[in-house]
């Protein structure tokens, strides 16, 4: 069964950083572009980055310029880093393909404190 596992979350004052995980199984990421997403309370799930296949990674305007994404390919994960972050980046963060296709995963929880 396909699985995303989501990691790395937590509470950060303004300003501060954190670096989130993705880990895959019973997929590969080569077969598929994969994506990072978020759900704030209340707001529909946003789409951050798209890491496709083989090309560049697409950053949306979401947290453009406050975000990098990178893929290990060989171990089926990918890690988002974002920094200078702002209380409206408080959501649950998930990973999933670009469009979605396997069940949603647990997403890790970010809080971010003014």
């Known amino acids: 069964q396909v699985q995303l596992v989501e990691s790395g979350g937590g509470s950060v004052q303004a300003g501060g950083s954190l670096t989130l995980s993705c880990v895959a199984s019973q997929f590969t990421f080569s077969q598929t572009a994969m994506g990072w997403y978020r759900q704030a309370p209340g707001k529909q799930r946003q789409l951050l980055a798209t890491?496709?296949?083989?090309?560049?990674?697409v950053i949306s305007d979401v947290m453009k310029g406050r975000i990098s994404v990178s893929k290990d390919t060989a171990k089926d994960s990918m890690v988002l880093q974002m920094r200078n972050l702002r209380p409206d980046d408080t959501a649950v963060y998930y990973c999933?393909?670009?469009?979605?296709?396997?069940?949603w995963g647990q997403g890790t929880q970010v809080i971010v404190s003014s």
């Open positions: 999933n393909g670009v469009p979605p296709k396997y069940p």
């Open positions: 890491v496709p296949r083989g090309s560049d990674i």
